[in-house]
């Protein structure tokens, strides 16, 4: 099976502009999160989509936000861009396994940002 | 309010030596957790992985170590190969009863180095 894919994988941009990164889950994968890596913050959630309805969001501003599409590709936009916008955005999906419960997640390479 | 601490952010190990590293969490609700391994420029790729009902999972050369009433847990790797240097990121999750996906909460990592 293929692994999960970001598009494009670097990009820069300057303060004020709005950006999209894509990404492609493993095939038969419905659950897409994003997660924003930083030197000093680690990793920390942004949202979560399932069958194309966002089902958890984590402590960003409104200027984050996503969708996903029906083949569960998902793409997340950052409006407004600021300095500290500049980070490692990473996609991961998951399925569910045995049981209902669903189980680990699969990253991506991530895209990284940076912000002029 | 970090809610995944991994205290120490940098760990060196012989090779052939067991590599133990920390993760200690505060929320009661977290009962699933998850290690990750990254290395530069690639997303984090999963581990191993441990239920709130177990208190060891062991897959080859790791082991997860669950203390739920200390609220921590440590991953071994035993023997450290040089193979093994990267940054590890302890994970958490709580699935509810709905057994859905709920977000990741990760640590902000600790580098490895196995040295020769």
């Known amino acids: 099976k293929a692994g999960v894919t970001q598009t494009p994988r670097y990009l820069i941009k300057t303060r004020g502009q709005q950006v999209t990164l894509s990404c492609s889950p493993i095939?038969?994968?419905?659950?897409v999160s994003w997660y924003q890596q930083t030197p000093g913050q680690g990793l920390q959630f942004l949202f979560e989509?399932?069958?194309?309805?966002?089902?958890n969001k984590g402590n960003f501003p409104g200027r984050f936000s996503g969708r996903q599409f029906s083949n569960s590709r998902s793409e997340m936009n950052v409006s407004t861009l600021e300095l500290g916008d500049s980070a490692l955005y990473l996609c991961?999906?998951?399925?569910?396994?045995?049981?209902?419960?669903?189980?680990?997640?699969?990253f991506g390479p991530g895209t990284r940002l940076t912000v002029l | 309010d970090q809610q995944v601490k991994q205290n120490s952010p940098s760990l060196s190990v012989q090779e052939g030596r067991i590599s133990i590293l920390n993760c200690d969490y505060t929320n009661s609700m977290f009962d699933y957790f998850l290690w990750y391994k990254k290395y530069p420029a690639e997303g984090p790729t999963f581990l191993i992985s441990?239920?709130?009902?177990?208190d060891k999972n062991e897959d080859g050369r790791f082991t997860v170590f669950l203390n739920k009433s200390a609220k921590h847990l440590s991953l071994h790797i035993v023997p450290s190969q040089p193979g093994d240097s990267a940054v590890y990121f302890c994970a958490a999750s709580a699935y509810g009863v709905t057994g859905t996906a709920s977000k990741l909460t990760f640590g902000t990592g600790t580098r490895l180095q196995v040295t020769l």
């Open positions: 991961a999906s998951s399925s569910k396994v045995a049981g209902g419960a669903f189980g680990e997640q699969f």
């Open positions: 989509y399932f069958s194309e309805t966002q089902r």
């Open positions: 441990i239920s709130s009902i177990k």
């Open positions: 095939s038969g994968h419905r659950s």
